[in-house]
């Protein structure tokens, strides 16, 4: 149980970091940076593997490069749909 909990900061926490990078706000708020910091950890490890330092399940580098990756998208549909900017 402990662990799902520190698996939902850690990933609200990066998520939060790469909105931060980028300067976009994730919609959403919270949840949005929870699910993603959680996607852009899959996205991350998909495309750069398993390498860095790891916290909770959570290889930060490429959570990192994946949550931004993910904004971006995001950033990118928002702006296409004429819905509110990210």
């Not at 998520?15 to 929870?34: E, Y």
């Not at 399940?57 to 819905?83: E, N, Q, R």
Request: net charge positive; glycine share 20%; charged share 10%.
């Amino acid at each position: 149980m402990f662990s799902f909990i520190w698996y939902i900061i850690i990933g609200g926490i990066l998520g939060w970091l790469g909105g931060l990078i980028l300067g976009k706000d994730i919609p959403g708020g919270v949840i949005g940076n929870i699910i993603a910091g959680i996607i852009g950890a899959w996205i991350g490890g998909a495309l750069l593997g398993s390498w860095g330092p790891k916290v909770s399940d959570f290889y930060i580098l490429p959570t990192l490069l994946g949550t931004i990756i993910l904004i971006l998208i995001v950033s990118f549909i928002m702006k296409a749909m004429g819905g509110k900017k990210a």
